[in-house]
């Protein structure tokens, strides 16, 4: 590999995890006139059923009015589920205009109920700043409450603060225990971040075997960084005896799906001929693709180093596969 060639360098610190769990409720059975009636009556349980049919279309239509009505009257009888449906909505723009301020507070009613989905979407809202003063002291108290109910995406957001140290003092061991927690429940982003733990030695003794089974798990449900990361330990030959041609296999899974890493990646082995028979005009189209997709300064510098080795015609040839590859990532 030439001297200015940069490869994507494996990283920690994934963003924090941002994701808001849609929970299913049992469909309509019939007419809805009985239940209808029940919430009509004052009962909480029926309204909150009647809202979350209407919210999820289970037996009927989607109507974000009729779901918020019925939320809104749960909500007045102190239901937390109610409480974080509306905060939901208005956090989502669902049949209301987006006020993270009224969402904050509907998390916040739901959550001092220990309501695990509010003090999850409250620490996201702690840590985004989103509604609320930015504070990742009180997002880490939040998911500290969703993460001790077992809710794994608060799980791998509390690791996150302490693998960080953002709202907490930097913990390596504590990371790992949260990450582990969450990794066995699937959680592919925190297989991913254990597997790095393990790979940098942060919080365990290093052990590259340990990281890879980790990244495979993550790359086994489609995780582009597990399987960007899958790719890198065999090139790298850690934790596995180094295979060029399986490394290619793992990251051609990963560019795929448009991971940068991978794209850049892939590049360096077309231009090296590591795995693969040498290729500039494949290295131009991933770093192109890398370029186009996400303006990555690696890319930028492996195309400066590399498109004056070319004849016009291999450039203009590599030009044409990027272009072609870029077709598959249209919403990028």
Same mark, same amino acid.
């Given at each position: 590999?030439?001297?200015?060639?940069?490869?994507?360098? *494996?990283?920690?610190? &994934?963003?924090? *995890?941002?994701?808001?769990?849609?929970?299913? $409720?049992?469909?309509?059975?019939?007419?809805? !006139?009985?239940?209808?009636?029940? @919430?009509?009556?004052?009962?909480?349980?029926?309204?909150? +059923?009647?809202? !979350?049919?209407?919210?999820?279309?289970?037996?009927?239509?989607?109507?974000? #009015?009729?779901?918020?009505?019925?939320?809104?009257?749960?909500?007045? $009888?102190?239901?937390?589920?109610?409480?974080?449906?509306?905060?939901?909505?208005?956090?989502?723009? &669902?049949?209301?205009?987006?006020?993270?301020?009224?969402?904050?507070?509907?998390?916040?009613?739901?959550?001092?109920?220990?309501?695990?989905?509010?003090? /999850?979407? &409250?620490?996201?809202? =702690?840590?985004?700043?989103?509604?609320?003063?930015?504070?990742?002291?009180?997002?880490?108290?939040?998911?500290?409450? @969703?993460?001790?109910?077992?809710?794994?995406?608060?799980? /791998? !957001?509390?690791?996150?603060?302490?693998?960080?140290?953002?709202?907490?003092?930097?913990?390596?061991?504590?990371?790992?225990?949260?990450?582990?927690? #969450?990794?066995?429940?699937?959680?592919?982003?925190?297989?991913? !971040?254990?597997?790095?733990? =393990?790979?940098?030695? +942060?919080?365990?003794? +290093?052990?590259?075997?340990?990281?890879?089974?980790? =990244?495979?798990?993550? #790359?086994?449900?489609?995780?582009?960084?597990?399987?960007?990361?899958?790719? %890198?330990?065999?090139?790298?030959?850690?934790?596995?005896?180094?295979?060029?041609?399986?490394?290619?296999?793992?990251? +051609?899974?990963?560019?795929d799906l448009g991971n940068l890493d991978a794209l850049v990646d892939i590049? @360096?082995?077309?231009?090296?001929?590591?795995?693969? @028979?040498?290729?500039?005009?494949?290295?131009?189209?991933?770093?192109?693709?890398?370029?186009?997709? %996400?303006?990555?300064?690696?890319?930028?510098?492996?195309?400066?180093?590399?498109?004056?080795?070319?004849?016009?015609?291999?450039?203009?040839?590599?030009?044409?596969? #990027?272009?072609?590859?870029?077709?598959?990532?249209?919403?990028?």
């Amino acid at each position: 590999m030439k001297p200015c060639l940069k490869s994507a360098s *494996l990283l920690l610190g &994934l963003p924090l *995890l941002a994701m808001l769990v849609l929970f299913s $409720h049992c469909a309509a059975d019939g007419s809805l !006139n009985p239940l209808i009636e029940k @919430a009509g009556q004052g009962d909480v349980n029926a309204q909150v +059923q009647l809202a !979350n049919m209407y919210k999820d279309g289970q037996g009927v239509e989607i109507n974000y #009015a009729e779901a918020m009505k019925w939320y809104r009257k749960a909500a007045e $009888h102190g239901n937390p589920e109610a409480q974080y449906n509306i905060g939901r909505m208005y956090d989502k723009s &669902l049949e209301v205009d987006q006020d993270f301020v009224e969402a904050s507070k509907w998390y916040q009613k739901a959550a001092e109920q220990g309501y695990a989905l509010a003090q /999850f979407n &409250l620490g996201v809202m =702690y840590a985004s700043g989103d509604g609320v003063g930015q504070d990742y002291a009180k997002a880490m108290k939040w998911y500290q409450k @969703a993460a001790e109910q077992g809710l794994k995406y608060a799980q /791998f !957001n509390l690791a996150a603060l302490y693998s960080t140290g953002r709202g907490v003092k930097t913990n390596y061991a504590q990371a790992v225990k949260w990450y582990k927690i #969450a990794a066995d429940k699937g959680c592919s982003k925190s297989q991913v !971040n254990l597997g790095v733990m =393990y790979a940098k030695g +942060q919080g365990v003794k +290093q052990d590259y075997a340990e990281a890879m089974k980790w =990244y495979k798990k993550a #790359a086994e449900q489609g995780d582009t960084t597990g399987l960007t990361y899958t790719g %890198y330990m065999y090139f790298k030959g850690q934790g596995v005896k180094q295979d060029y041609a399986e490394a290619m296999k793992w990251y +051609q899974k990963a560019a795929d799906l448009g991971n940068l890493d991978a794209l850049v990646d892939i590049g @360096a082995m077309y231009k090296d001929g590591k795995g693969v @028979a040498t290729d500039y005009v494949k290295a131009v189209a991933y770093w192109t693709v890398a370029l186009k997709l %996400y303006e990555d300064e690696t890319a930028k510098l492996n195309l400066l180093c590399t498109l004056p080795e070319m004849t016009p015609e291999q450039i203009e040839e590599g030009y044409r596969k #990027a272009t072609a590859m870029l077709e598959k990532f249209p919403e990028q």
